[in-house]
């Protein structure tokens, strides 16, 4: 059975870092892009990166552009997003999934077998 299993959330000052992890079993990460979500209290789940099959090709939302890094290591079977500059905004619940379909990498419905997810804080 598919799992993705979030970590490394927590809660942290703003300018801080953080490096999440996604560690996938019961299907390998390899031939899949993946991506990463987020979803802050009262709002809908916005996208937040993703990461082709080949981890050649990297995409994110404007707001974490320059901050943010997506990357993968296929031997591990995990994904990962390391977060520099964190800002209060950044807060939220993150999310890993496999991009199951073909289509827009910011659309939630193309991905499937999402993780439990993992809190992000950031104190101003």
């Known amino acids: 059975q598919e799992q993705l299993v979030e970590s490394g959330g927590g809660l942290v000052q703003a300018g801080g870092s953080l490096r999440l992890s996604c560690a996938a079993s019961?299907?390998?990460?390899?031939?899949?892009?993946m991506g990463w979500f987020r979803q802050a209290p009262g709002k809908e789940r916005e996208w937040v990166a993703s990461?082709?099959?080949?981890?050649?090709?990297?995409y994110y939302t404007d707001a974490v552009k320059g901050r943010f890094t997506i990357s993968r290591d296929d031997a591990k079977n995990t994904i990962y997003l390391q977060m520099n500059s964190l800002k209060p905004e950044d807060t939220a619940v993150y999310y890993c999934?496999?991009?199951?379909?073909?289509?827009?990498?910011?659309?939630?419905?193309?991905?499937?077998?999402w993780g439990q997810g993992t809190q992000v804080t950031v104190s101003s």
């Open positions: 999934a496999f991009k199951l379909h073909s289509g827009d990498y910011y659309s939630a419905r193309y991905y499937g077998y």
């Open positions: 019961g299907r390998p990460i390899e031939a899949y892009a």
């Open positions: 990461i082709n099959w080949s981890g050649s090709n990297t």
